[in-house]
């Protein structure tokens, strides 16, 4: 079966760290890009982080600049998203996604990948 698995997430204090894990199974990450996405309660989806297939493209939203790094092994066919300086504002489900040829970290285009994990749950609580 083809899919992305998420893991990592779970009740951390503020100012703690997670680092999430997105791995691939039944395929190779190689030639795709990855997209991690939040989802706070009650809103809507947005990306806070993506990184191209070959690692040299990096976005990084505003609101976890300086806090949160995205990186990825592929040799062990994994994507991470290390959060550090949490933020109750960070908690929700995190989805990490994938696909293929143009480069962008929109959520448009995320929204159209062609693989999803089925998410990770943070909460950012004291």
């Known amino acids: 079966q083809l899919q992305l698995v998420e893991s990592g997430g779970g009740l951390v204090q503020p100012g703690g760290s997670l680092r999430l894990s997105c791995a691939a199974s039944g395929f190779t990450l190689d030639y795709y890009h990855i997209g991690w996405i939040h989802q706070a309660p009650g809103k809507e989806r947005e990306a806070v982080s993506c990184i191209s297939s070959s690692g040299g493209r990096i976005n990084v939203a505003d609101s976890v600049k300086g806090r949160f790094t995205i990186s990825r092994d592929n040799a062990k066919n994994t994507v991470y998203l290390q959060m550090n300086s949490l933020k109750p504002e960070d908690t929700g489900i995190y989805y990490c996604?994938?696909?293929?040829?143009?480069?962008?970290?929109?959520?448009?285009?995320?929204?159209?990948?062609?693989?999803w994990g089925q998410g990770t749950q943070v909460t950012v609580s004291s």
């Open positions: 996604a994938g696909y293929m040829g143009y480069y962008s970290c929109s959520d448009n285009v995320l929204r159209r990948a062609s693989y």
